[in-house]
C-alpha cells in the first residue's frame, strides 16, 4: 500500500494538517494565503486598513475580501468581516485578551459595507471600515489549499476541514468533554467546521463578535459543528448556529446539511427539520 503523505504545520492562529497526495504543495498555499489576508503582522490587508485603500491588490486579497462580502450579505450582516474595531475593543489585539477592554465599537452595517470597492486595480473601504477577514479566511483559504490535493485526502484548518473520500469514511470531531464524536462522511467532496466559543477566549470574551450588540457573543450553545457540502458553507452554517440566527439557518441550510450543537451543560443537539432537538448516540 502507498504510504500518503501526512504533513502539518502552525498557520492562521491553529495546527494545519493535511494528508493526500498533494499535501506539501496545499499547506505552501495555506501559508502564502496567509501572508495576504493577515491582521497580526504587515500585509497587504493590514496596508489596506491602514490607509482605507490598496492599488493594484492582489487576485487573492480580492477574492477573499468578495467571499467575505458576500457572506456578510447571505447572513443579512451576521458574519461580517467589519468586525475589527469591536474585536479590538473587546480586547482581541495582538492575542486574545492581549488589549484591554474599551466601550463597545459599533460594527458597520450592510449598508455601510456596501459602499467597500473591490476592483481589479483597487479596493477602497468607506471611512469607519476596517476589516478582520477571521471570520470567513480560514475556510476559504482551506477550501483554495485543498485544490492542490488529489485522491483520497483531507485539510483541516483547526476545525475546518475540506475532505475528499472515494468511499465513505469516519471523522473524528472533539467535543467540549475532550471525548471524540465521530462522524460519517459519504464519498466525494464535503466540507466539515467546528465553531466554538470556548477557544480563542480571555477573561470576558471570546472571538465571536455578535454584531447586534459589538460585543462578543451571548451564545446559546458553546460548540457547533457542521457538515455540508464545502467547508466554506458549513463555516458560515456553523457561526450562524452559534449565534443562535435559527431563522437563516432554515433559508441557508442546503439539503443533506447535519448540524451538532453542545449547550452550556455539554449536551448534545441536532438540527433536523429545521429546529433543534436532543441528540441520541
Known amino acids: ?3 500518503l503523505p501526512d504533513l502539518s504545520l502552525h498557520a492562521l492562529g491553529t495546527e ?22 493577515t491582521r497580526f503582522r504587515p500585509s497587504p490587508l493590514t496596508e489596506l486598513n491602514a490607509r482605507g485603500e490598496l492599488r493594484d491588490p492582489h487576485a487573492d486579497l480580492r477574492l ?11 447572513t443579512r450582516g451576521l458574519i461580517t468581516p467589519a ?18 477592554v474599551r466601550p463597545a465599537t459599533p460594527v458597520p452595517g450592510l449598508d455601510v459595507l456596501a459602499g467597500v470597492t473591490v476592483d481589479d486595480d483597487l479596493i477602497r473601504l468607506p471611512r469607519g471600515v476596517r476589516l478582520d477577514l477571521g471570520g470567513t479566511a480560514k475556510s476559504w483559504i482551506a477550501a483554495q489549499a485543498a485544490r492542490f490535493l488529489s485522491g483520497d485526502a483531507l485539510l483541516d484548518a483547526g476545525g475546518d476541514l475540506h475532505t475528499q473520500f472515494t468511499r465513505p469514511g469516519t471523522l473524528g470531531v472533539r467535543t467540549p468533554d475532550g471525548s471524540p464524536l465521530y462522524l460519517n462522511v459519504g464519498a466525494g467532496v464535503a466540507g466539515v467546521a467546528t465553531s466554538s466559543v470556548l477557544t480563542r477566549v480571555w477573561a470576558g470574551g471570546h472571538h465571536l463578535i455578535d454584531p447586534r450588540t459589538a460585543r462578543p457573543a451571548t451564545a446559546p450553545w458553546v460548540q457547533v ?4 457540502g464545502r467547508v466554506t458553507v458549513a463555516e458560515t452554517l456553523a ?7 435559527d431563522d437563516l439557518l432554515r433559508d441557508l441550510a442546503p439539503p443533506g446539511t447535519r448540524l451538532i450543537a453542545f449547550d ?17 448516540a
Open 1 to 3: 500500500m502507498t504510504h
Open 83 to 100: 468586525v475589527l474595531g469591536a474585536l479590538e475593543a473587546a480586547g482581541y489585539t495582538a492575542a486574545p485578551g492581549a488589549g484591554p
Open 64 to 74: 477573499a475580501i468578495a467571499h467575505a462580502l458576500d457572506v456578510a450579505r447571505r
Open 264 to 280: 452550556h451543560a455539554r449536551r448534545a443537539h441536532t438540527w433536523e427539520d429545521g429546529s433543534w432537538g436532543r441528540w441520541a
Open 225 to 228: 459543528t457542521a457538515l455540508a
Open 16 to 37: 494545519v494538517r493535511a494528508q493526500g497526495a498533494g499535501a506539501f504543495a496545499a499547506l505552501r498555499e495555506v501559508r502564502r494565503l496567509e501572508a495576504l489576508l
Open 239 to 245: 457561526k450562524l448556529a452559534l449565534l443562535g440566527a
